[in-house]
């Protein structure tokens, strides 16, 4: 049913693709964006077009998404499968938005069986089968090359909840090997684990060393935001990174 699908992308682009004069304004505001070159640029409003009308955005608590923000936040979100496709994103439909920070129940059941429950404060979380859920003011905050952005991380757990759980491990290209995988990632966590459990001063967000699946959601932000840190701390790390999104952020920054 793919000819459908992809009939259904064509009417919807010739009826409804981003104005030019309006991708533009959202490419001037976002540092993230700077020195793709024009191909890639367009790509990336083409699925940004697709985006805003396979996933519904649903603001909550009175917030008002405008149509500058959504495009916004369509920009960061598709940034990752820039050379993927949208079908990588297939699975899930909605994306909430708060406006800002927002409390959130967590349970699980130790390893004698006893159930906990904490609430938390987050500024964004990704449902295994459901929503991804942002804030707006971090939204907002990302796109900006400091190594911070609250859109890619959900969108790389998505990407990591694609062949199950979240577990720092998504759906490998055929041309990539697990094993190189792991023998990049599984010493790179370990180090910053060490350094943020020691008190030591991490170049990277130290929240990565929560779990394999937060790193690689963390990396994923410093490989798009912040490519060459990356590299100089975890450089077997970025040349994974690179071979999964299919991007050389580095090459397009120094340009």
């Not at 083409?46 to 998404?65: N, W």
């Amino acid at each position: 049913m793919g000819w459908i699908k992809n009939w259904r992308r064509k009417r919807l682009l010739e009826q409804y693709a981003i104005a030019p004069h309006e991708w533009t304004s959202v490419v001037a505001a976002l540092p993230l964006l700077q020195g793709l070159p024009e191909d890639a640029l367009e790509r990336l409003r083409v699925l940004a077009t697709v985006f805003l009308h396979e996933k519904s955005i649903e603001p909550v608590q009175g917030l008002e998404m405008t149509a500058p923000m959504r495009l916004n936040l369509a920009a960061q979100a598709v940034l990752p499968i820039l050379n993927l496709g949208m079908d990588w994103y297939e699975g899930w439909t909605s994306l909430v938005v708060y406006p800002d920070e927002f409390l959130t129940r967590q349970e699980w059941v130790d390893e004698a069986g006893v159930m906990h429950t904490r609430r938390e404060i987050r500024s964004g979380e990704a449902w295994e089968r459901g929503p991804v859920v942002l804030s707006w003011a971090d939204v907002a905050a990302s796109g900006h090359c400091d190594g911070y952005n609250a859109v890619i991380h959900e969108m790389a757990h998505k990407l990591d909840m694609r062949n199950g759980s979240a577990d720092g491990c998504p759906r490998l290209h055929r041309d990539m090997r697990a094993s190189a995988w792991r023998a990049a990632f599984q010493p790179a966590y370990e180090d910053l684990c060490q350094r943020a459990d020691t008190g030591q001063l991490t170049a990277l967000d130290p929240y990565a060393a929560e779990g394999p699946e937060e790193f690689f959601a963390v990396v994923s932000e410093y490989f798009f935001e912040r490519p060459a840190l990356l590299k100089q701390e975890y450089p077997a790390v970025y040349e994974q990174l690179a071979a999964f999104y299919r991007q050389n952020p580095i090459a397009r920054l120094s340009t």
